[in-house]
């Protein structure tokens, strides 16, 4: 199993542009989230799917849109793209609601 | 609303030492879960332990292990016999289950230097 991949590694965005960060499991869970990294903030969570079709805002949702057509991807779309959304991106999933969530390798944006 | 308060920035020990890293929590809920993440400079997020509420013996993992004081709601880690690879900064997190998902809050991170 690869487990939770994410891409881009890294990623340089214009103020304005869009552009969508990708993340897929093959461990056929369930739950899955977004989380962003700042430093002395911790992660915060963004959006999370309970399952295909199903998904629902998090501490931090603004500037932010997720779908789940699939159990396997879980896309992330900055629509307009803002300096205050640079930070490193985590994604996540988990079988169940009690489980562990396990991470992604994180993809580092950076906004001009 | 739940939060997770790490009060140490930064900490350093002695390889073969041992450390014990803070962590306090907030929450209403009775059914949480508690967690400690390990992230090396690679970014990667590993997780090192977990605790589920409900149960009252602290969790152990090879040279880790973690003092659950669920009145006090402290979640310490404790590192034994620190290796260099154990350098990592280290966040603490809680898991409410709210019946269709599970949310994650963490603290701010522990950055831990071991050093020779």
């Known amino acids: 199993n690869a487990g939770v991949t994410q891409t881009p590694k890294f990623q340089v965005l214009k103020t304005g542009q869009s552009m969508t960060l990708q993340c897929a499991q093959d461990?056929?869970?369930?739950?899955m989230s977004w989380y962003r990294q700042d430093p002395g903030m911790g992660l915060r969570l963004i959006h999370y799917?309970?399952?295909?079709?199903?998904?629902d805002q998090g501490e931090v949702p603004n500037g932010y849109n997720v779908s789940r057509s699939t159990t396997e991807d879980f896309p992330l779309r900055l629509l307009s793209a803002a300096p205050s959304q640079t930070s490193v991106y985590f994604c996540?999933?988990?079988?169940?609601?009690?489980?562990?969530?396990?991470f992604g390798p994180g993809t580092r944006l950076t906004v001009l | 609303a739940q939060t997770v308060t790490q009060s140490q920035p930064e900490m350093s020990v002695q390889e073969a030492e041992t450390v014990t890293l803070s962590c306090t929590y907030d929450?209403?809920?009775?059914?949480?879960?508690l967690f400690w993440y390990k992230q090396p400079p690679s970014r990667q997020m590993i997780l090192v332990i977990r605790?589920?509420?409900?149960?009252?013996q602290n969790a152990t993992e090879n040279r880790f292990s973690v003092n659950f004081q669920k009145a006090a709601k402290s979640f310490s880690l404790k590192i034994s016999d620190s290796q260099l690879g154990d350098t990592a900064m280290y966040f603490c997190?809680?898991?409410?289950?709210?019946?269709?998902?599970?949310?994650?809050?963490f603290g701010t991170g522990t950055r831990l230097q071991v050093t020779l």
């Open positions: 996540a999933s988990t079988l169940g609601g009690t489980d562990t969530q396990y």
């Open positions: 799917s309970v399952g295909a079709g199903i998904t």
């Open positions: 929450t209403s809920e009775n059914n949480y879960y």
């Open positions: 461990m056929n869970h369930e739950y």
């Open positions: 605790q589920e509420a409900y149960k009252q």
């Open positions: 997190a809680l898991a409410r289950f709210t019946g269709t998902a599970s949310k994650l809050t």
